[in-house]
């Protein structure tokens, strides 16, 4: 009892009474609700309960499909003007030409409160 690490095995209380009576734990040293626990125990020892349940694994979450209008408006210019040139990554300020064109049709729907993109 004393070797077992598994809370399943005893409760707290019989495990350091064991732990006490072997030796383990020094009198001096056993927890301040010990004696306590002792006076007046509880009427149904803490039993551990193993769940019964297990988790499926072949449940499958549906994830929603995002999308935004920037999306379509970006899928438009590829069709129309292809990729283009590639993209400078080391520039931190590198502001790509579809971005340019997405920006645009932003600020043109802005003004215009058009919500059809052509």
């Known amino acids: 009892m004393a070797g077992s690490r598994l809370e399943k095995f005893g409760t707290v209380f019989t495990r350091v009474r064991d732990l006490m009576r072997s030796?383990?734990?020094?009198?001096?040293?056993?927890?301040?609700?010990?004696?306590?626990?002792?006076?007046?125990?509880?009427?149904?020892?803490?039993?551990?309960?193993?769940?019964?349940?297990?988790?499926?694994?072949?449940?499958?979450?549906?994830?929603p499909e995002i999308f935004y209008r920037e999306d379509e408006v970006r899928a438009k210019f590829y069709e129309r003007y292809g990729a283009g040139r590639p993209l400078d990554l080391a520039k931190s300020n590198f502001v790509s030409t579809c971005q340019r064109y997405v920006l645009g049709i932003d600020r043109f729907l802005f003004f215009t409160a058009d919500t059809d993109y052509r």
């Open 23 to 63: 030796g383990v734990i020094k009198p001096s040293e056993k927890p301040v609700w010990y004696d306590v626990y002792q006076a007046f125990p509880p009427k149904r020892d803490p039993l551990h309960v193993k769940p019964h349940f297990r988790p499926s694994t072949k449940k499958q979450e549906t994830v």
